[in-house]
């Protein structure tokens, strides 16, 4: 299938299959072949009584695919006249899923699923027969068995159109037909065509239909007789889908109207005409959806379906099918245009780095404006990228390190140049908005965000093509200029310029290849221009189409999604619909009659599509200022429809009614959005409203703090975007009806800021007139402090929950955040404070103000009392503010510019007395001008050094004790330097000047020492390193958060003489994190590593150095991996927060043997003290957790999935331990199950999965939500802590909520059927029932009953009702609502006396009334609800029912016995109850067992679609069972090993791979498709081993098993039999292997016996017993020439006993050579603390194979690397936790480990960087490499994980 042109221009699937051979199809029951006397050929004919049993299959196997991509199938068929048939197709699609279309006479109406879409089919009958006279009168037409007169029929199927419209799924190809009794089929083909059957090859050519048109008549092999003379439609039927007909249920496929099959072809619409028009919903379609269901659930329905055009029409061309609406428009319009044939010339664009660079320098004249040039002259400048500072010395230079230094992290700010721009991206997952002159994109859930940085003034316009592949941007400012960029890459593709200015509006086609803008011209008149942009993807150039000047104002303009070259825009007094056309704009607009003075502020076109729609028959929306909203009929250019939104009536004080369309004064719409079900309009009042698409009322809204100024549906149509002119930014999510924030920002440039690195809180002083304290990690506003003054600078104090702020009054406030109360007030200055600081101790605070006062402070007392106030100390001004002060680390020292701006004053920071004067204007005497002093800075790290940035753009470094210039930086920036600041180490100097921030080496010492970072669009305010020293923060027009590189990057660079007293000092400092305290106080939250640390492969520096780099890897511990419950946080991204500075992989220390020492193993004792514990039930539904002996290291930080080496590509197995972990709604087609702690959602199509990652320990439940949106699991807490419930969304996989309340495991989740509520029930050890909120997961009620709690459900009908069964009977529970509280109302009911001693196991409710219960004695108990009365009973299974499950009349019961039953319960109902409890025998009720089926293990869980028919089964073997009681069958969906897993291996070519397990199975699995091959099962024994054979062929493939008994199975794939059973041993075997050239066997047994087999004739040939007494852990053979080595032989071998001792050995097999070649001996201390020794492990090393890695119990937790030729160690490294498994990847330097601890570690063993992965709940016991390397098998238990590696 590389090439589908043979495909073209069709295929006959029969011929192509050759159907008649049935080798590549298949037939089953009657089919048959017949002459066909109306056809006159040959006809297959399928009969049968059941259609299911009687069909053709083609292809013979399922899992292969036809792969036929043509558009259109073709059935030419007759269905048996009075019989039924059912046609099946199964086709995939481009999302990676298969969907099954069927269609039949059987079916009644039209059904769908996600997966299966079902459609009835309306017979023909022949002309003018009275079935056809019949049909033509009935309403819905006949449906049923096919006439007697029905007729040969040719069947169109659209499949491309009936995916896309009903399953929003986009067509791939044809997977495999199924044609089922009753029809005679002639044949099938697929083409890319529309072929008409009723036009002959010689009609076809008069009419001048030709492929190339997409259409024409039918090939001649395909082609029914015609007699001459007659007419095709009278002999026959054609059927097309979507047919053209009128007649209801439109959903089916049934024959066409008379007219339209009158119709030539040439009037219907090509097939490349409808490519290039716009999909909508069919009528159909909305009809099945109501109006409230559309309004309040909206469907993920796209906002539109148009598919990407692929060019730009022809402007000089008007489609015959479109009506040219300015030729007939008396209103003409010609605006002056510019040809389409000038062209923008450009450079191609420069990617930006992914990596996060943020360095930016653009050219001084890439945007300057050319004076001399004429406006037609367009030049388009290279796109900015990221470059390096100039040097101008040559060579190789030092520069600072790491490079980039910065990176931008966070943002907190929106708009800046406008608040009317916001996208939602096609996922719905993320938002893109402008903040200043960049651009944002934030993901929603997490408010992660990133970043596209070029422009140089702020962004004005925002737009996004169709599917958000392309941005387009453009800033503001004299020479407005545009960006197009790639979105998921971040890049920009192009940037063009046009001689405007004010750029206002952006609109992008939906296909990307027409961009429109609107702007201002140079005399101040609307200039609309058009550019062809479909080349910019390929880096071609960016062409005007069309341009326009215009006196008319525009405030809004969009292109229509259906026709790239037809616009619309609205603004004051007008309404204009535009065109291009021969290089030509022009322009239409609505006559508005008596509206003709509106302002009008927005438009959007009417969502969705109709299959009889034309593209412009469209009704478009417009809003005004007046309150107006206007329908446009888009076609004949004329309102429809006009409605005014007016305030509320108030008809009570205290009540407001609903908004109405009324008379009266409007309010002001800002903007509007349209959906296909509903509409959204922002207004200037504040409020986001939505309104149903008649207007007739609101019925939902939200208020905002300002005006709304953009409004936005989202594609899904389930959230609405909302900007508002104050700064914030939030969406409205349409079916929780809750609203959340995104953005808050300032409204104007932010003067200052201050960090409280205890709290990670941020303030900010805006020119707004506002304070803002904001939380540095979630970017959430926590506090808003509003004065009628204006704040100037802010101050955190450094210890207490306070902060102060100066006013421009002179005011100084001191405010308490925890209260929100205003602690001091003081008013002594009389000017501007342009300088607040507290001193570092807390016990002062100082101000200053612009009229030279100076003020000193009592900070340890609340009401901040003054202590001195010193006037004209201070000078002058305000272009100080707002740090004009600085004090020094240890609190002596304050410093200032005073009293003039020449001096530099030091000051004793307790008493103000002045100590030091500097004067820094004859600092330079060669100066022409004098200098004056800006800014001062204290370096923390030493008080001698005081910093001052002056205006001659310089920084002078003072000794603060002799006043003497230490040294000068000149030409620190282009402008003056606006704020400065030095690290806490003082290692780095940061500095703002203008527009950009500077980091500097401090001791200027480097040849290039400083990098530059642009962003900011408005001149930096202020700039400072966070208290952590872990990032930067600047301010300005926005505030900008940084990530600081210096102390996490790792460069591997060469040490340098200047850092080295830096790095020994911050290792040792690392090795104590826990103690160390910063000199602010705080302690850090991540110990940073060096940032120019030695290369770890080479042991240079000396061993407490090592250690403590040791430690940094190994032992670090954050205070953030605490169990404390996470809201919105991802799957992946645990319990770290956002600000975690550990970087993505660490390293290892990696060490020569000489220099290496033996560290002293700590010996505790744990002892564990046996209280009373609560007693399990005896109840096998109850939940017990495996049992692990392993604790979980709860130290260890994950990767960050996009920096991670190894993905989670599957997962094999179910978990049989657990009860209810398995959920599948048939509707959504959501199928879930948990394997340890992972929760797997699978499509049972495809078999692919994807998988939620948030639990540490093992899975016990899980529960969805009823629209199957909300998935909840449940798993143990680590550490004893309580158990954790995680709430993940289903669409994205991201982890929504994190809950916990049971202190022991949770035994069952359940949602209540409104969704409303979601319950959780605690274990034996903790019982409690706890009520959640599913708003917002909180706490609403909880209820601790008097015993375990098994089984819960709420009631199907009643959403306050619900019931539990448990050790003590039936509580039957009312959910009480009082406005916010809820209480839970339990009602406890005893099992009936008649049953004895029994546990109530399990429950369902039937109907509306009847409740059904279990028992663990294997009863079934039918309640009445209403009073609580069991009133029938009867015995159901001989053991336990830990199952229970009703749909309907039939009820589901599954046992400990492995029996599953379904009876029909319909006589419950006719049962009266009565005071005794009666039996089935005596109340003459006739419950019986409809059917039953013994599956392989205990039911654990179950769920069944709404009839029961079909439904998927968990049992405790591990397996899932796919049930359908209609043909009483079972399927093995997923299947997994019950007991532990003993190895796992790769056959050599990758295709299967095999596990063992103490079950004694060995399995063999398909790689591709992690499908069970074949099971060869063994009883009584347990497998401990399992090799492949080295064979290449197939057909000789085996597999070597060695079990318990001492015996070797070998097994053979191709016959699936075993083949041979050795027995040399008496032991178990522990290892086995094949020789490299599979000669020989070699087995270990448990006493350290190897034995040599023949696997041709099972002999042993040899026994080897230089282990014996040490257990045989691994044994491994390669092929090697080993002449090098001393020694002669093709191959090696090794093996490794437990005592600690490796063996390798040199082998010829064919001469029946071996020889020992190396005996290893690893010493170890007597002593370990712990239940065993950890094993020992060797392996060869896969790239030199002279080289064996071993790992064992031993003076230290390594792997040592052992060079045969050289005999002896030639490299170490450190490992955290004994290895209980290791494996090296052949194809690179990767080394897996796995620990008791959990944990995988991936390692690369050239310079000991590790990541860690912890996906697993027990300890890992196996790992494996692929033989190419790409995949990774690890095993804990029985849970196999499979991973995908990549390079990190």
Not at 178 to 195: E, Q, Y
Not at 373 to 396: D, I, N
Not at 665 to 685: K, L, M, W
């Amino acid at each position: 299938m590389a090439s589908k042109d043979w495909q073209h221009p069709y295929v006959n699937i029969f011929k192509h299959v050759r159907v008649e051979d049935w080798k590549r199809s298949a037939k089953e029951g009657d089919v048959s072949t017949y002459m066909d006397k109306t056809l006159k050929c040959s006809v297959f004919r399928i009969k049968g009584p059941v259609p299911a049993n009687s069909y053709i299959l083609i292809p013979r196997n399922t899992n292969q695919s036809l792969g036929l991509t043509g558009r259109f199938l073709y059935l030419l068929f007759r269905p048996t006249p009075g019989k039924y048939f059912v046609v099946h197709l199964d086709v995939a699609v481009k999302e990676g899923q298969v969907v099954r279309i069927s269609f039949s006479n059987m079916f009644k109406e039209f059904k769908s699923t996600a997966t299966w879409l079902q459609f009835p089919f309306l017979c023909g009958a022949a002309k003018d027969s009275v079935y056809e006279s019949t049909s033509k009168s009935a309403k819905h037409g006949l449906v049923g068995p096919a006439p007697t007169s029905v007729r040969w029929t040719c069947l169109m199927l659209d499949l491309h159109y009936t995916l896309l419209v009903y399953l929003n799924r986009h067509y791939s190809h044809l997977k495999n037909i199924k044609l089922c009794a009753n029809m005679a089929v002639k044949n099938i083909f697929t083409s890319d065509l529309l072929l008409d059957p009723g036009v002959s090859f010689s009609e076809a050519k008069q009419m001048g239909l030709t492929s190339s048109q997409g259409k024409g008549p039918i090939p001649r092999e395909m082609s029914f007789p015609v007699p001459k003379g007659g007419s095709w439609h009278d002999l026959y039927d054609h059927i097309k889908f979507p047919s053209e007909g009128t007649k209801l249920p439109y959903d089916s496929f049934q024959k066409d109207s008379i007219h339209s099959q009158a119709g030539s072809t040439s009037n219907r619409r090509s097939p490349a005409r409808e490519e290039s028009c716009c999909v909508n919903l069919s009528k159909s379609v909305q009809d099945r959806v109501s109006l409230i269901q559309q309004l309040t659930i909206p469907k993920l329905l796209p906002r539109n379906h148009t598919p990407v055009v692929s060019s730009i029409p022809d402007l000089g061309v008007v489609s015959t099918h479109q009506q040219d609406l300015f030729s007939r428009n008396d209103c003409q319009v010609q605006e002056s245009a510019c040809p389409s044939s000038q062209q923008l010339t450009s450079r191609p664009a420069c990617d930006t780095d992914d990596g996060g660079v943020h360095v930016y320098v653009t050219p001084e004249d890439e945007l300057s404006t050319h004076e001399e040039e004429s406006e037609e002259e367009l030049v388009c400048s290279p796109v900015s990228h990221a470059v390096a500072l100039p040097s101008s010395k040559e060579g190789k230079h030092e520069k600072l390190l790491p490079d980039p230094i910065l990176r931008l992290s966070r943002i907190i700010g929106f708009g800046g140049a406008t608040t009317r721009y916001a996208l939602w991206t096609k996922s719905g997952d993320a938002v893109v908005y402008p903040c200043h002159a960049i651009i944002v994109s934030m993901e929603i859930s997490s408010n992660r965000q990133r970043f596209f940085i070029g422009h140089t003034d702020k962004v004005s316009a925002l737009a996004f093509n169709g599917n958000t592949t392309l941005l387009a941007s453009a800033q503001t400012g004299k020479n407005s200029a545009i960006r197009v960029w790639n979105y998921s890459k971040g890049n920009c593709l192009a940037m063009f310029r046009i001689h405007a200015h004010s750029l206002s509006c952006l609109s992008f086609s939906y296909g990307g290849g027409v961009l429109c803008g609107v702007g201002k011209d140079s005399h101040n008149k609307t200039m609309v221009v058009v550019w062809n942009t479909r080349n910019v993807v390929k880096g071609g150039e960016v062409a005007i189409l069309a341009k326009a000047h215009t006196d008319v104002d525009i405030s809004t303009m969009k292109i229509a999604f259906f026709d790239d070259t037809r616009m619309v825009s609205c603004g004051r007094d007008n309404i204009r619909l535009w065109r291009v056309r021969n290089g030509m704009l022009r322009s239409c607009p609505i006559n508005l009659g008596e509206y003709h003075s509106l302002d009008f502020t927005d438009v959007a076109f009417e969502e969705g599509n109709f299959s009889d729609q034309n593209t412009d028959d469209r009704t478009l929306f417009a809003s005004s200022r007046s309150g107006h909203i206007f329908e446009i009929d888009y076609s004949r250019v004329a309102i429809k429809n006009v409605r005014k939104l007016t305030p509320a009536q108030q008809q009570h004080s205290d009540r407001r009614e609903k908004w109405t369309f009324n008379t009266g004064p409007g309010i002001a719409i800002n903007s509007i959005s349209v959906s296909s079900s509903f509409c959204a309009t922002g207004s200037e009042d504040g409020f986001l409203r939505l309104w149903p698409l008649d207007f007739s009322t609101v019925f939902l809204e939200a208020e905002h703090e300002g005006p709304v100024s953009m409004v936005l549906i989202s594609f899904d149509s389930l959230q609405v975007l909302a900007a508002t002119s104050t700064g914030n930014l939030g969406f409205l999510d349409v079916s929780s009806r809750g609203y959340n924030t995104l953005m808050r920002s300032h409204t104007d440039t932010v003067l200052g800021f201050s960090v409280d690195g205890i709290r990670r809180h941020l303030t900010t002083a805006s020119s707004d007139g506002t304070v803002r304290i904001w939380n540095m990690d979630s970017l959430h506003q926590l506090y808003d402090f509003v004065s009628e003054d204006s704040p100037c600078s802010v101050a955190f104090h450094p210890h207490e929950q306070t902060f102060s702020c100066g006013f421009s009054s002179g005011v100084v406030r001191v405010f308490d955040i925890s209260s929100a109360k205003l602690l001091a007030e003081h008013k002594q200055h009389r000017g501007e404070l342009v300088g607040l600081a507290f001193s570092s101790d807390g016990e002062f605070m100082y101000s200053a103000d612009s009229q030279g006062s100076l003020a000193l402070y009592n900070a340890s007392e609340e009401d901040h009392h003054v202590i001195r106030v010193a006037c004209n100390v201070v000078a002058r001004g305000t272009e100080r503010a707002p740090d004009a002060l600085t004090v020094s680390s240890d609190s002596c020292f304050l410093a200032f510019v005073g009293p003039s701006e020449y001096i530099v004053t030091i000051a004793d920071a307790r008493s103000l007395d002045e100590l030091l004067h500097v004067d820094v204007s004859i600092l330079d005497v060669e100066s022409p001008q004098l200098d004056s002093a800006l800014k001062v800075c204290f370096a923390p790290a030493t008080t001698e050094h005081l910093l001052i940035a002056t205006s001659a753009n310089k920084i002078l470094w003072l000794s603060t004790k002799t006043g003497r210039l230490l040294r000068e930086v000149s030409k620190v920036h282009k402008h003056q330097c606006s704020s400065l600041a030095v690290s806490e180490d003082c290692r780095f100097l940061l500095t703002a000047g203008h527009n950009a921030v500077k980091v500097w080496d401090y001791n200027m010492q480097l040849h290039i020492n400083s990098q530059m970072f642009i962003g900011h669009s408005q001149p930096i305010r202020q700039v400072s390193f966070t208290p952590d020293q872990l990032g930067v923060t600047s301010v300005g027009d926005a505030i900008f958060l940084w990530d600081f590189l210096a102390n996490a990057a790792d460069p591997l660079t060469d040490s340098r003489s200047s850092h080295k007293a830096g790095l020994t000092s911050d290792l040792k400092a690392d090795a104590e994190v826990s103690g160390v305290l910063l000199s602010n106080g705080m302690p850090r939250q991540t110990a940073p590593l060096p940032s120019s640390p030695p290369r770890l492969d080479v042991s240079t520096i000396d061993q407490v150095v090592q250690e403590g780099l040791g430690s940094l890897s190994i032992c670090e511990d954050n205070s953030s991996n605490a169990a404390i419950p996470v809201q919105n946080s991802g799957p992946d991204s645990g319990s770290s927060p956002a600000f975690d500075s550990r970087p993505a992989s660490s390293f290892l220390r990696v060490t020569d043997l000489d220099d290496t020492s033996p560290l002293s193993t700590c010996r505790t004792d744990n002892i564990e003290l046996n209280q009373n514990k609560p007693v399990r039930p005896d109840c096998y539904r109850h939940f017990i957790p495996r049992f692990k002996s392993s604790s979980l290291d709860e130290t260890v930080v994950a990767p960050q999935p996009q920096e991670a080496g190894l993905t989670l590509k599957a997962v094999i197995g179910y978990n049989g331990n657990g009860r209810g972990n398995m959920v599948w709604s048939p509707d959504q087609g959501l199928f879930a199950y948990s394997c340890g702690c992972v929760v797997v959602v699978e499509y049972l199509h495809t078999g692919s999965q994807r998988h939620f990652k948030g639990h540490t320990e093992e899975i016990s439940c899980l529960a969805v939500t009823n629209d199957a949106q909300t998935l909840a699991s449940a798993a143990g807490g680590s550490s004893g802590s309580r158990s954790l419930i995680c709430i993940w969304d289903v669409q994205n996989g991201t982890c929504l909520s994190t809950i916990s309340y049971h202190k022991g495991a949770v035994q069952s989740l359940t949602f209540s059927r409104d969704d409303r509520f979601f319950l959780s029930v605690g274990d034996f050890s903790d019982p409690g029932l706890a009520l959640w909120s599913c708003e917002n997961f909180r706490l609403l009620s909880s209820v601790d009953p008097s015993g375990p709690i098994h089984d819960a459900a709420f009631s199907p009908s009643a959403a306050s009702q619900m019931a539990c069964v448990g050790s003590q009977g039936v509580y039957f529970c009312l959910i009480h609502t009082r406005g916010p509280e809820v209480d839970l109302k339990v009602q406890s009911v005893t099992a009936p006396a008649e049953l004895g001693d029994v546990e109530l196991t399990a429950l369902c409710y039937h109907m509306d009334s009847f409740l059904f219960t279990s028992t663990n004695r294997g009863h079934v108990c039918a309640w009445d609800v209403n009073t609580q009365h069991c009133f029938m009973v009867w015995e159901a299974d001989s053991g336990e029912i830990g199952v229970l499950l009703c749909r309907g009349n039939r009820l589901l019961t599954g046992s400990n016995t492995r029996w599953l039953r379904l009876w029909e319960v319909e006589a419950v109902q006719c049962m009266k109850p009565k005071d005794k409890v009666c039996s089935v025998e005596d109340s003459m009720t006739s419950v019986v067992v409809e059917q039953e089926i013994m599956l392989d293990g205990t039911t654990v869980s179950a769920a069944f679609d709404s009839t029961m028919d079909m439904g998927i089964v968990g049992t405790t073997a591990g397996t899932l069972w796919y049930i359908n009681w209609s043909d009483n069958s079972s399927i093995r969906l997923v299947s997994g090993h019950k007991t532990k897993v003993n190895d796992v291996v790769f056959s050599f070519d990758e295709s299967h791979f095999a596990t063992c397990s103490e079950d004694g199975s060995v399995r063999v699995w398909s790689t591709s498709s992690y499908e069970l091959v074949v099971q060869f099962q063994v009883l009584n024994q347990a497998c401990g081993c399992v090799c492949w054979s080295p064979s290449s062929s197939k057909e000789g493939t085996r597999v070597a098993a060695g079990y318990s008994d001492g015996t070797l199975r070998i097994f053979r794939l191709a016959s699936t039999e075993m083949e041979m059973k050795l027995h040399p041993h008496h032991v178990a075997v522990t290892a086995v292997q094949y020789s490299a050239n599979g000669h020989v066997i070699l087995s270990a047994g448990k006493n350290g016996l190897v034995a040599v087999s023949s696997p041709l004739n099972g002999a042993t040939i040899r026994i080897i017993k230089d282990h014996k007494g040490a257990t045989i852990t691994t044994i491994q053979c390669v092929n090697e020439q080993c002449k090098k080595l001393g020694l002669e032989g093709n191959e090696m071998w090794l093996a490794a006993g437990a005592d600690r001792r490796v063996s390798v050995w040199v082998a010829d097999w064919s001469k029946e050579k071996c020889d020992l070649l190396d005996w290893l001996s690893f010493p170890a201390p007597a002593f370990f603390a712990g239940d065993g020794l950890p094993p020992s492990l060797a392996v060869f090393c896969p790239t030199d194979h002279s080289l064996v890695v071993y790992t064992g119990y031993g003076v230290e937790k390594e792997l040592s690397f052992y060079s045969l030729a050289k005999q002896q160690i030639v490299k170490k490294i450190a490992l955290p936790h004994w290895a209980t498994c290791i494996s090296l990847s052949p194809q690179s330097q990767l080394v897996a480990v796995g620990s008791k601890e959990r944990v995988l570690k991936l390692i690369k063993s050239t310079s000991g960087r590790f990541q860690d992965f912890l996906q697993h709940s027990n300890s890992l016991q196996t790992c494996h490499f692929s033989p190419s390397g790409s995949l990774l098998f690890s095993v804990a238990y029985n849970e196999i994980l499979l991973w995908e590696v990549r390079s990190f």
